[in-house]
């Protein structure tokens, strides 16, 4: 196993799951408004959460679904 570590001085590596952080800080926070919960309303909340962080796509979705071809005998 080969670990991979972001060097301690460089924000923009982990833009991508630091913007989903913030986003599931921001809909709990919304959700729960400094509430004392229960531990099914904690639960439910942060099923909701899970609902709006896995309903945002991962990559930019194209005008095509073909899947890509790629042309292995052409020099570059």
Known sequence: M???FLP???PHFGGVYEAL???SKR???AILANKAVSDEELNSAFVGVEG???SK???P???SME???VNLSQKV
Do not use: M, Q, R, Y
């Open 27 to 29: 809909a709990v926070n």
């Open 8 to 10: 301690p001085l460089s």
């Open 52 to 54: 709006i962080d896995n």
């Open 21 to 23: 952080v913030k986003t």
């Open 61 to 63: 979705i194209g005008f």
């Open 67 to 69: 899947p890509w071809v």
């Open 57 to 59: 796509p991962l990559s």
């Open 2 to 4: 080969k670990w991979h």
